[in-house]
């Protein structure tokens, strides 16, 4: 499965499947061609429709994992209105966006790093360059052991949560 970094470079170098098929600039041209011929943006699932395609050898989902399916179900019994797709061109502006090249100028804002020590999304080790990266002031909650969307509930919820409010607390009031 690919994994993502927070480098938008280091993921277009990788071999991820949109990158084997056609050239960067045709995947950059493409929806803006379909717009221009008066046809709707192109869309691509966010998470897969089911857990059985769910799986991230064949997925074309953003997050092809079954605990993304999961939440998005949990998501809906709660009256969510969110629509389960983001266009081909936000896509592209995901997969050019550099982060980690200016995050050295968010100080002296805070900033809070939530980092889950199982993310099979976002490689750890991205997340981790990053927080060394950022100046100070600055604060890491590492929650070993916790996924990519496990931090939306049970336990690593209440955990992530809690250090978030602590955190708000002490910078803001």
Known sequence: MLQQSISGS????????????????DFARGPERQINSGLDQPTVPLIAADRVSSDP???NAVFPTKDAHD?????KTCGSRWENYITSQTQLHVLSFEGQSMIHRVSPTPLLFVVPGNDVLVQTASQMDAFNK???PKQL????GCGYFDLHTGDYFEQNIKVQIEFLDHYLK
């Open 10 to 25: 280091k993921l277009r170098s990788s071999s991820a499947p949109l990158f084997q098929a056609r050239s960067y600039y």
């Open 141 to 144: 909650l590492y929650l070993d």
């Open 134 to 136: 950022a100046r100070e």
């Open 71 to 75: 939440l998005l179900s949990l998501q």
């Open 57 to 59: 050898a064949t997925t």
